[in-house]
């Protein structure tokens, strides 16, 4: 049942590339408009959304994360994210014209639960995105996208991940699209580009024995930082918990630009930093800011490994390691940047002698509190 890998979750990672396809699959009329599996919102309504706020726990907050990214460059739609267990109890700020998205791979999470319970009491529209067919959390929602990256077993979520991303790429898409205009990329040509990306997940699985090796080398490593901006910054958070849930080493995500306001100090020689570089073409200068960070980090003796496009030339100096990943447009990239950080942690644990698919304390669905 584990395909030949020696894991579930070595098999999960490998079928990335199915799990991205196959929730694009089907999903588009003949108009381009998106089709939900389950949708109790008029149209009409969902065309009024003011404000979009995402609540989830865990990976699939970071996926929410990656979400806020894309939906406000798409549709101008403010969107907050929120972890679902704080958004109870804060009071939250939600109406008719809130469009309430929960992330669950299981459906069954109570935290999440019963922040979509909450958002319905305070007449939101609640939306699901969710894994597992005829679960709660869809049950209890208005709306329903599901992912079909399959059933995930490992405890620590992989292509549920990937598939919760692509799901949001394609609510941001509609979300334009019932308004009738997209802001800042062309609806169509991305998504063009997001059915190639699982040919480029599939070239990237290819290419990991390098990560492979750092990871073994790197058995003792007590800890492990890891460097991201904008969509690379939840990216970079994964990557943390990743190594946290799976290794049991201490690891944590910084965006790159709150360096300088306190973790710098953490870098001492041989340090390790992972750092998620963004593609050449990202806007704002990104890529040169995040270049400059590898500089700093690296001027203080950090070991360098730093996730690069195949086309980036800019890096080499600054990193000790580059992994290089296939070129994308910025937008998409997260699908791409966060599968070495996965097959590394895999990898760690691995070398350390761990147990993968089940890892010390913790459950695939929290179904308490
Ligand atoms: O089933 P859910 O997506 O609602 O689960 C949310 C989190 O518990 C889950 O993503 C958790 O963080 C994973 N162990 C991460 O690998």
Redesign the pocket.
């Known amino acids: 049942e584990k395909g030949g890998y020696p894991t579930f979750m070595e098999k999960e990672i490998h079928e990335q590339p199915h799990a991205v396809a196959d929730t694009l699959l089907g999903r588009t009329d003949e108009s381009g408009a998106l089709i939900l599996d389950d949708l109790r919102i008029p149209e009409e309504r969902l065309r009024r959304v003011e404000r979009v706020t995402i609540v ?6 970071y996926a929410g994360m990656v979400a806020k990214y894309a939906i406000e460059r798409w549709t101008r739609i403010p969107v907050e994210v929120a972890l679902a267990h704080e958004f109870r109890y804060c009071d939250p700020i939600v109406d008719e014209s809130t469009l309430v998205v929960s ?7 109570m935290d ?1 639960l019963m922040a979509v319970r909450h958002a319905a009491e305070l007449g939101a529209m609640t939306l699901s995105i969710c ?1 597992t067919h005829g679960s709660t ?1 869809p049950r209890a929602s208005d709306a329903v996208l599901y992912t079909h990256a399959g059933p995930e077993v490992a ?4 292509k ?2 990937l598939a ?1 991303i692509t799901a949001c790429y394609l609510l941001g898409l509609y979300l334009a699209q019932l308004r009738g205009e997209t802001y800042a990329d062309d609806a169509k040509a991305v998504l063009r580009e997001l059915h190639a990306m699982p040919e480029r997940i599939g070239r990237l699985l290819g290419r990991m024995d390098r990560v492979r090796e750092m990871a073994e080398f790197m058995a003792d490593t007590r800890s492990v930082l890891f460097l991201g901006r904008h969509m690379g910054f939840p990216v970079a958070m994964e990557g943390a ?2 190594l946290k ?1 799976l290794a049991y080493i201490h690891a944590e995500g910084f965006a790159a630009g709150e360096l300088k306001h306190g973790p710098i100090a953490l870098i001492e020689p041989g340090q390790p930093v992972f750092v998620v570089v963004p593609g050449p073409d990202t806007p704002h200068d990104l890529h040169r800011k995040v270049v400059s960070n590898i500089q700093e980090i690296r001027a203080r003796g950090a070991r360098t490994l730093v996730i690069a496009h195949d086309d980036d030339e800019d890096v080499e100096p600054f990193a000790s390691e580059v992994v290089r990943i296939p070129p994308c447009p910025p937008m998409l990239a997260p699908l791409l940047a966060v599968v070495p950080l996965q097959v590394f942690a895999l990898h760690l644990a691995s070398a350390k002698g761990l147990d993968v698919d089940q890892p010390r304390n ?1 459950a ?3 179904t308490v509190e």
């Open positions: 989830a726990c865990g990976t699939a907050a992330i669950s791979q299981s459906g069954e999470t999440t894994n959390i405890v620590a979520s992989t549920a991940f919760q918990l990743k849930e913790l695939k669905s929290v």
